[in-house]
C-alpha cells in the first residue's frame, strides 16, 4: 500500500525559511517523479516541483522559482522541499504527490499525502 | 498553454447525471486525470487517462476526452459525491503538471 507522510509544516515569519519532508513507503521509490503540490486556504490545486527518480531533473512552478528547491534521498525513500524567502502568499497545505511517471518528466498524480500546513506570518 | 479551464460550480439532484467538463489545449495531447476534494481531506484520483477508473473507485464515475475537452460523467449522483473536482495534466513538454480551477458539485 502506497503511503506518503509529510512533516515540517508550521508558522514561519515572512523572509524565514522552513524545510518540509516527505516519507514514501509501499513502492520502489527512486523509480518515480514525486512532486510537491500546494493548496491556500479556500483555494484550489497549485502544482509546486517535481523531481525526477533519480534527481537529477527538477521542474518549479514560475511563482516559487529562486526561493524553493526540491530534493530527494533514495536510500532513506524521502522527499525534502526547502521553502526559503518565504511570503504570505506561501500559507497553504502542502501535498506530497507521487507521479504515474518513471521517467524524467512529470505526467499525472497518482497518490497523494495528507499535507502539512505551512503558515506564513509575523 | 498552461490553463485547464472548468465551471466553478454543478449542481443536480440525486439520482440525476453531473457532467464536468475541462478545456485545454495541452488534453489533445497529454492525458487528464481527474481528482475528487472532500472537506478536509486530500484528493483521490476518480478517473487517470482519460478513461480509466482505479478499483475502488464506483462505476458511475467515468471519463470521456473529445479535442481539447474531457468530461467527467458521474451518473446516478449520490449525496456523498458531493464534493471539489479538479481535471489535472501535463503541460507538451511534461514539465509542469496543471490542474483546473476546480468545480464544486453540489447534490441538491
Known amino acids: 500500500e502506497v503511503q506518503l507522510l509529510e512533516s515540517g509544516g508550521g508558522l514561519a515569519q515572512p523572509g524565514g525559511s522552513l524545510r518540509l519532508s516527505c516519507a514514501a513507503s509501499?513502492?520502489?521509490?527512486?523509480?518515480?517523479?514525486m512532486s510537491w503540490v500546494r493548496q491556500a486556504p479556500g483555494k484550489g490545486l497549485e502544482w509546486v516541483s517535481g523531481?525526477?527518480?533519480?534527481?537529477?531533473?527538477?521542474h518549479l512552478a514560475d511563482s516559487v522559482k529562486g526561493r524553493f528547491t526540491i530534493s530527494r534521498d533514495n536510500s532513506k525513500n524521502t522527499l525534502y522541499l526547502q521553502m526559503n524567502s518565504l511570503r504570505a502568499e506561501d500559507t497553504a497545505v502542502y501535498y506530497c504527490?507521487?507521479?504515474?511517471?518513471?521517467?524524467?518528466?512529470?505526467?499525472?498524480?497518482?497518490?497523494w499525502g495528507q499535507g502539512t500546513l505551512v503558515t506564513v506570518s509575523s | 498553454s498552461h490553463e485547464l479551464t472548468q465551471p466553478p460550480s454543478v449542481s443536480v439532484s440525486p439520482g440525476q447525471t453531473a457532467r464536468i467538463t475541462c478545456s485545454g489545449d495541452a488534453l489533445s495531447n497529454q492525458y487528464a486525470y481527474w481528482h475528487q476534494q472532500k472537506p478536509g481531506q486530500a484528493p483521490v484520483v476518480v478517473i487517470y487517462k482519460d478513461t480509466e477508473r482505479p478499483s475502488g473507485i464506483p462505476a458511475r464515475f467515468s471519463g470521456s476526452s473529445s479535442g481539447t475537452t474531457v468530461t467527467l460523467t458521474i451518473s446516478g449522483v449520490r449525496a456523498e459525491d458531493e464534493a471539489d473536482y479538479y481535471c489535472?495534466?501535463?503541460?507538451?513538454?511534461?514539465?509542469?503538471?496543471?490542474f483546473g480551477g476546480g468545480t464544486k458539485l453540489t447534490v441538491l
Open positions: 489535472q495534466s501535463a503541460d507538451n513538454s511534461r514539465t509542469y503538471v496543471l
Open positions: 509501499g513502492f520502489t521509490f527512486s523509480s518515480y517523479v
Open positions: 523531481i525526477s527518480g533519480s534527481g537529477g531533473s527538477t
Open positions: 504527490a507521487k507521479d504515474s511517471s518513471s521517467g524524467s518528466t512529470v505526467e499525472a498524480i497518482e497518490f
